[in-house]
């Protein structure tokens, strides 16, 4: 089966109705990312007859691969041994499109990465394993949007389904165009999703082949689904698709298509920090300009018209009471100052944009970004040297690397947040996520575990707070009775110090449960992570087991 994929290469002839019989031409249809397809002749004079039978822009040309598959080149541009074609298409048919579908490198393993969701799709009696669909209308059409498993592609029963497509099934007609920006705002919505840009790896109009170029990006290799910045299965178990896709394509369409569908583009910057970090600010400028204008009404036109008028006649009396020239250059300077220096709102620098934009935040998602005056005002120079065509000036406390980090991650939650995503349900994906970016941007730790609410935050009294505090153990055993929680420092000390080298049990909670036999029969549960609080002092534990005492 024919597949149209990038960086390939497919030898194909031309039969097209305007070439004649005895003018055959054959050559090397090139796909290459970041560039227009390229049909180059091989072995062709310049002169040859038949590219003198074509103009130089046509809408589509027919040919063959030497398998004998048919192809059509859209929308093309021909010269002397060479055809840049917009769009190839596999079959010859000038069909009505109604459906697209794609899939993007690296997705598969993303969407499948939960054995529950692979055996799913691996054993169900559908060519295509369905993950989520729902209905969506936007730009005067009407959508199903569908995520599926193609089981058709597998050779082996055995072998792991590995291609997730994503369909838009419209109800009228879609144009070569609509194909292209449908694909494309996807690639980046999911590339925003996942923290990192994404590369189309195949595109199908009504199930047939279909390839056109897209920007060369730089692709960031990830070796297991936790280096992606969410998690899949939390989105589908929470359903929370319908609410992504239609916050994208029509709640938040103003936001998407000119802000954060960008963040994807300035991600693919290779090697150039500068470039990258400025880029960054001048989206985080944009969406804070948004919400300033949004959160507090500008001054009517007429008024601020009628307010610079009032001001500058009271400028013309001082210059007319001191008449001397050089008096009068000042008078008129400060006049004419007045339609750059009043402006139409008290939300009006960068810097109060920014500030404003995160004073509405909840408290807990401002700390754990935990964006300092200084890096805020690292952030303006940026935007300053940027706006002058000069390089910023960096400050000697400032970590340039965390806070290029941190700006990324902190756009990526304010586009989560447009998407629909709460901020509990982030924290939650950035608890899961090995993602480069959250683990350089120098987070508060606890207080993302805090907001997720995967993570216990248990009481306790002023001794044990003291006890647990100064302790160096790794370990910890603390009796569960009722609501309450106490250190039992003596178990806490001896599986601390004994059960990495002990070999009669192998789990932790068993080796608690005999070292606590002779005060009772008790339930011991393990817990991976937990804190410990007193007042306002808190402490990680990164293992513990809960001992819960049995009424006899």
């Known amino acids: 089966m024919l597949k149209l994929n990038r960086n390939h290469t497919i030898k194909i002839s031309v039969k097209d109705d305007r070439i ?32 003198n039978q074509l103009p130089s822009k046509v809408d589509s040309i027919k040919c063959l691969t030497e398998n004998g598959q048919q192809l059509t080149l859209i929308e093309c541009i021909c010269e002397v041994g060479e055809v840049a074609p917009r769009y190839v298409k596999s079959g010859w048919d000038d069909e009505i499109i109604h459906t697209v579908s794609f899939s993007l490198a690296g997705l598969s393993k993303w969407f499948l990465q939960r054995k529950a969701d692979l055996e799913k799709a691996k054993n169900t009696t559908d060519s295509k394993a369905t993950l989520f669909s729902f209905d969506l209308v936007f730009k005067h059409n009407e959508y199903i949007v569908s995520c599926f498993v193609d089981k058709s592609i597998s050779n082996d029963k055995e072998t792991d389904v590995e291609s997730v497509f994503i369909e838009f099934k419209a109800n009228k007609s879609l144009s070569l165009n609509e194909v292209e920006w449908l694909v494309i705002d996807s ?14 790896e195949q595109v199908k109009v009504n199930g047939r082949e279909f390839y ?3 920007p060369k990006i730089r692709e960031i290799e990830v070796t297991t689904s936790r280096d992606e910045l969410s998690n899949a299965s939390l989105l589908l178990h929470n359903e929370l698709w319908e609410k992504i896709f239609t916050s994208c394509f029509v709640d938040k369409r103003h936001e998407f298509k000119n802000i954060w569908l960008k963040i994807p583009l300035y991600m693919s910057y290779d ?16 969406k804070s300009t948004i919400f300033a204008n949004e959160s507090e009404k500008s001054l009517p036109k007429e008024e601020r018209k009628k307010l610079l008028n009032d001001l500058k006649l009271v400028v013309a009396g001082f210059k007319e009471k001191n008449t001397s020239e050089e008096n009068s250059k000042i008078y008129d300077t400060i006049s004419d100052s007045f339609g750059f220096t009043v402006k139409s709102t008290s939300i009006h620098t960068f810097k109060d944009k920014i500030k404003h934009l995160i004073d509405s935040l909840h408290e807990d998602i401002k700390s754990i970004f935990n964006l300092s005056t200084q890096e805020i005002n690292q952030l303006v120079e ?24 941190k700006l990324k991650l902190f756009l990526l939650y304010l586009a989560h947040r447009d998407l629909g995503i709460s901020d ?45 505090n100064n302790s160096n153990l790794n370990t910890f055993a603390l009796l569960h009775r009722g609501d309450s929680y106490e250190y039992l420092s003596e178990i806490s000390e001896i599986i601390s110090k004994d059960w990495p080298s002990q070999t009669k049990h192998r789990q932790l909670d068993a080796f608690v449960k005999e ?8 339930e011991v549960r393990y817990v991976g992570g937990l804190y410990v609080q007193y007042e306002s002092s808190t402490k990680r534990l990164f293992q513990a087991c809960f001992v819960k005492p049995l009424a006899l």
Not at 187 to 200: A, E, M, N, Y
Not at 385 to 404: C, M, P, T, V, W
Request: proline letters at 3%; one cysteine or more.
């Open 212 to 214: 056109f170029s897209s």
């Open 187 to 200: 690639k980046h919505l999911f590339s925003i999703i996942l923290g990192r840009p994404l590369v189309t």
């Open 515 to 522: 070292l606590y036999a002779p005060y009772g029969d008790a």
């Open 382 to 405: 940026i935007r300053n040297a940027s706006a002058h065509g000069r390089f910023a000036k960096y400050k000697d406390n400032i970590n340039s690397y965390q806070l290029e980090n």
């Open 271 to 286: 090697h150039i920090s500068d470039l990258e970090v400025m880029s960054f600010v001048s989206i985080l400028e944009a």
């Open 20 to 51: 004649k019989h005895d003018s055959t031409l054959t050559g090397e249809l090139k796909l290459s990312e970041g560039k227009y397809p390229n049909f180059d002749a091989i072995s062709i004079p310049y002169d040859h007859a038949g590219w």
């Open 424 to 468: 509990q349900h982030f924290c939650k994906q950035l608890n899961y996520s090995l993602n480069r970016i959250k683990l350089n941007a120098g987070l508060n730790r606890m207080l993302v575990d805090k907001l997720s609410g995967d993570v216990q935050f248990l009481d306790v009294s002023k001794a044990d707070w003291d006890l647990i």
